[in-house]
């Protein structure tokens, strides 16, 4: 298996044909026909299989696809920690965050960081949460602000707590419901996440009390929509404190739902997939978000948004 061999499947897989496959890598169809044999023998499993609707991969392809992308990602880095040691180049940090991520001490973080060391390039990319944690599996993220609690996934992460967020179930003002004291009384409801239920935290925090998940999902991870369907529909939704004081300050309060249970906290934590693969560059990033976080000198936690 050659690294050569790996770049043709992932973009195939990505492209959707060997003719924009080959236009993107300056090659042949029947060269990439040719890889992708070799690559197919020396495995002894069918990877693609064409078809009139195009082409598809099969559960080998996608579980080899799923590696390949982390294989040559961390081939991208080694050149470019290799090149930094020889001092060509400062090299370049992928960052992901939740949208829940609180921006005050990112910005900070961001700034003194780039102040310090102004030839990296740094990405800064908003995701889903689960998309996060996608992210950093296939080597796009070096480093993820996740409000995921680690609970949800297995070894090879390496998670630091950084900042409690607590939060609310919010309906608009005036809703019908908003006098409801239990959380069982709302499953009928229509709710509105910005995660799928099964990766969310209510779907955490139905399980934690024993009750049947909510069914009727409206799944938004635009942000400014979701605040509009939150402010003018009957849909429950769910939000951090600190973000719900940020948007209603224009007047158009919603109100926090003053139930018996315990909406679970949103709470921010630093991952990433192993320190040790961890280029220098991205650890001093680490280091400057855990600092910035932490240290009571810090922005502070109240300011804006």
Wanted: net charge neutral; hydrophobic share 40%; proline share 5%.
């Amino acid at each position: 298996m050659k690294l050569h061999q790996l770049k043709v499947l992932v973009t195939i897989c990505e492209s959707g044909s060997f003719q924009e496959t080959a236009r993107l890598l300056h090659l042949s169809q029947p060269a990439l026909s040719r890889t992708i044999k070799e690559l197919e023998t020396s495995l002894g499993v069918p990877l693609l299989v064409r078809s009139n609707r195009g082409i598809t991969t099969t559960e080998y392809g996608e579980r080899l696809i799923r590696r390949a992308r982390l294989m040559l990602e961390e081939a991208n880095r080694a050149r470019e920690e290799i090149a930094a040691l020889k001092g060509e180049t400062n090299g370049r940090v992928s960052i992901g965050l939740s949208p829940a991520t609180p921006r005050a001490q990112v910005i900070a973080a961001i700034n003194q960081y780039s102040e310090r060391y102004p030839k990296v390039r740094l990405r800064i990319h908003e995701m889903r949460p689960s998309k996060l944690m996608e992210g950093l599996r296939e080597g796009q993220v070096d480093l993820a602000l996740s409000c995921q609690p680690a609970s949800r996934y297995g070894d090879g992460f390496q998670w630091t707590e950084l900042y409690h967020q607590p939060t609310a179930l919010v309906v608009r003002r005036g809703h019908p419901l908003r006098h409801t004291r239990s959380l069982d009384q709302l499953r009928e409801q229509r709710w509105l996440l910005q995660e799928p239920l099964e990766s969310s935290q209510i779907g955490l925090m139905f399980e934690q009390y024993q009750l049947a998940p909510p069914e009727n999902i409206l799944e938004c991870s635009a942000g400014i929509i979701f605040c509009e369907l939150a402010r003018t529909t009957d849909v429950i939704s769910f939000w951090p404190l600190r973000m719900l004081d940020y948007v209603n300050r224009d007047g158009q309060a919603m109100e926090i739902l003053n139930i018996e249970e315990q909406a679970p906290a949103l709470n921010i934590s630093l991952v990433y997939r192993n320190q040790e693969l961890l280029t220098r560059e991205a650890r001093l990033l680490a280091d400057e978000l855990v600092y910035v976080f932490t240290n009571p000198r810090a922005p502070q936690r109240n300011a804006d948004y």
